[in-house]
């Protein structure tokens, strides 16, 4: 079982950045992919980034690529979101998830509040 916490958000003007974190606890988190998603009041959960187990594989979404990077330390069984040129329409709930090596994400963080004021 994976348990993770999310930490980092807050409130950020427009332009600013922030950087996430999200601590894993569960033996096997170095074989885990993990995920940022995100969701915004009134606003189904969408996909941010993705990280595989080894970092070799990294995907964004359009919205944030360019802006956004992904990484993660397994000696120190955390993944990092690092956000700059924030925007308003980042504004969301974020919540880091992970996955083991073969299925779907299956464990959830309980999400950190990211506020970007224009």
């Known amino acids: 079982q994976v348990q993770l916490v999310e930490s980092g958000g807050g409130l950020v003007q427009a332009g600013g950045s922030l950087r996430l974190s999200c601590a894993a606890s569960g033996r096997t988190f170095s074989s885990y992919g993990m995920g940022w998603f995100r969701q915004a009041p009134g606003k189904e959960r969408e996909f941010v980034a993705a990280?595989?187990?080894?970092?070799?594989?990294?995907r964004y979404s359009d919205s944030v690529l360019g802006r956004f990077t992904v990484s993660r330390d397994n000696t120190k069984n955390t993944v990092y979101l690092q956000m700059n040129r924030l925007k308003p329409e980042d504004t969301a709930v974020y919540y880091c998830a992970s996955r083991p090596p073969i299925g779907e994400y299956n464990y959830w963080g309980q999400g950190t509040q990211v506020t970007v004021s224009s």
């Open positions: 990280i595989t187990w080894s970092g070799g594989n990294i």
